[in-house]
């Protein structure tokens, strides 16, 4: 930078922002909030990354900025807007800080069309997400990262945006009161490779594979060519099964196969024995290592996603942690129109842990992921040390999950038996010390019950939402529709549940596999259609070891108003349940099934299931255990 274009960029700074500072941090593209200036408010900034300049002035149309370069050298005030005037091409982040106001929130709006964002240059971070924790010392790119932030709106108006490598997609790091609307996300080169069966024979397929996914054949092996990553062909597969309509995941034994390209993107696999593959189903491979979130949310509130279309992600979907209040409506999650593409989601959907206030899911098509389409739950820490009366060392236990803030002063948490699941003791939060990434020290404001076993769990309370999940779609989906394991009052209503290859609904919680917490007390599942979905539809089971009776995990749950087109037998099965009711459900088989053979309960306590229809026939008999 020569030393006149320098001084111009001092005068242009000084002239837009409120500043006492005398050192401009121009050398640095993501400065720290106190190395920024103070934008003066209800100031308008262009940038137009075909035509821009970042010499221009940037507060003028006529004089648009290039980059984000310079607005990520501000902290931006109330009425702040930025307007991008043409798509094109990001080569960095927008690395967003500011402080907008109810009424005069800062805008951020997009002229419609294609926007290229590259991960080279973006601004990078190391985040601990839950489920998502392979690889949390390795730096993650992010596209647009808004931090300590409030007040702000996405305006999207049909803009389209393209990944052209692994990236976060959006962040948001404490912030407060953001609305995204009316965009879409899209990677150039999905991380999910897919291929078309064209013919089978006795030991070889020919297979297409999609035109997106780039691939090199090495001494016979099959490798998968990304935008700054490649990895082998892998044994977990996911079969997209055209004449059933739906998707499962198949382990193909990938070190028996041999492939041979015979032109472009046709290739032949040898085999010995047709390890699984079919004339006309589609086949995506992945590798299967959490690196990312393709939008990670963390201690964050009052977060809003409207009509906003995710035709491919890579990582855990969108992970909201330890947030409050979540609202997606309208969202549309599916391989974009013509592609040919089969999947649209890398793993899951929308997965929230440890999140309190409402998650709120409305008008939604949620299809084509290679995981849960839903997934709500917080995370049990396991008891290693009581250090004194009132101090306590707890862990975090699975690979996946571990590293991020679990408690905070104030928190309410109770003691959960590993083996019962049940809760025998409560306490308050005083002081949390993190001692590692998977151990924290608590310090309680009551005494640490002399019965604690050294495996036994922590849950905190304080962080379980309200979970509205109404009027949505869920489609191809090659696990559950929905898990649902939170102590806050849910609604499952009005949705479509097609074909998931495993239950539509699954109650969990556990302190032994994925800790995945806690007990259900308000559930009510009600005028839903599931449509041929895995046996059981509906199945609530806690993974506790030891049953007792007379202190059911789960309760209050209400089935009542659904419809249910069977496939398999099993509409309900329900473990450590009590005050269950299921009434008002209309059955149809083709099967000649009597209500003892539709449900199974263990252990189960107040039960209540009365005039359902199996087959149009109104069933009045109650249900004897």
């Not at 080279?120 to 992010?142: G, L």
């Not at 082998?232 to 196969?257: C, D, G």
Request: charged residues 20%.
């Amino acid at each position: 930078m020569n030393l006149a274009v320098f001084l111009l960029l001092i005068c242009q700074l000084l002239t837009s922002c409120n500043t006492d500072k005398t050192t401009l941090y121009l050398d640095k593209t993501y400065p720290e909030a106190n190395e920024r200036f103070v934008s003066k408010e209800n100031i308008t900034y262009y940038i137009d990354p075909v035509n821009g300049n970042d010499a221009n002035i940037g507060t003028k149309k006529e004089a648009p900025w290039k980059t984000f370069r310079r607005i990520n050298q501000l902290r931006l005030n109330k009425g702040n807007k930025i307007k991008i005037l043409s798509p094109g091409t990001f080569k960095e982040s927008l690395f967003l800080i500011g402080q907008g106001s109810t009424d005069f929130p800062i805008i951020i709006e997009f002229v419609p069309g294609k926007y290229d964002f590259y991960p080279q240059e973006a601004f990078k971070a190391k985040f601990h997400i839950s489920n998502t924790n392979d690889s949390p010392n390795s730096p993650k790119a992010i596209a647009f990262y808004f931090l300590n932030s409030e007040n702000i709106k996405i305006k999207g108006n049909g803009a389209e945006f393209i990944f052209r490598g692994k990236t976060i997609e959006t962040s948001l790091n404490n912030c407060n009161n953001i609305t995204i609307e009316n965009l879409s996300f899209d990677y150039k080169r999905p991380t999910v490779s897919e291929m078309k069966v064209l013919s089978v024979n006795k030991n070889y397929a020919d297979i297409q594979i999609h035109k997106d996914s780039q691939y090199k054949i090495v001494d016979s092996t099959l490798i998968w060519i990304g935008e700054g990553w490649k990895h082998e062909a892998q044994s977990l597969w996911q079969v997209f099964n055209y004449k059933e309509n739906k998707v499962k995941r198949i382990n193909l034994p990938i070190e028996t196969m041999r492939f041979l390209e015979l032109e472009q993107n046709m290739v032949r696999i040898n085999y010995n024995v047709n390890p699984g593959f079919i004339k006309g189903f589609t086949y995506q491979n992945r590798n299967t290592f959490r690196d990312y979130a393709a939008i990670f949310i963390q201690k964050s509130k009052n977060i809003s996603f409207k009509n906003v279309n995710i035709y491919f992600m890579h990582g855990m979907g969108i992970v909201s942690q330890y947030c409050e209040n979540i609202t997606l409506d309208s969202l549309l999650v599916k391989p974009r129109e013509y592609s040919g593409r089969t999947c649209s989601a890398w793993a899951d959907i929308l997965h929230f842990s440890g999140c309190k206030g409402n998650i709120t899911i409305n008008n939604s098509y949620l299809s084509a992921a290679n995981d849960d389409a839903i997934n709500v739950h917080g995370t049990h820490l396991r008891i290693v040390e009581k250090i004194s009366n009132r101090k306590i060392k707890v862990r975090f236990m699975h690979p996946q999950t571990y590293g991020f803030d679990a408690f905070f002063t104030g928190d309410s948490i109770e003691f959960i038996g590993a083996k019962t699941l049940l809760s025998y003791s409560k306490n308050k939060v005083i002081n949390t010390e993190k001692l590692n990434d998977k151990e924290i020290e608590l310090t309680l404001g009551q005494d640490i019950p002399n019965n604690i076993k050294m495996d036994d769990v922590i849950e905190n309370t304080s962080w379980a939402a309200d979970v509205t999940i109404r009027n949505n779609k869920i489609v191809h989906i090659p696990t559950r529709g929905i898990l649902i394991t939170t102590r806050g009052r849910v609604i499952i209503e009005k949705n479509m549940l097609f074909k998931t290859h495993m239950s539509g609904i699954l109650i969990a919680n556990d302190a032994n596999s994925w800790f995945e917490s806690g007990s259900v007390k308000d559930v009510t599942i009600s005028n839903n259609k599931f449509i041929e979905c895995g046996d059981p539809v509906i199945n609530i089971h806690p993974e506790n070891s030891e049953i007792l009776s007379e202190h059911p995990i789960h309760k209050n749950i209400k089935i009542i108003n659904n419809q249910f087109f069977l496939k398999e037998n099993t509409i309900l099965s329900a473990k450590s349940t009590g005050n269950l009711s299921f009434y008002n459900n209309k059955i149809y088989s083709e099967s000649n099934l009597n209500m003892n053979e539709l449900i199974s309960l263990d252990v189960c306590s107040n039960i209540k299931i009365k005039d359902n229809q199996i087959n149009n026939k109104v069933v009045n008999t109650i249900y004897k255990n």
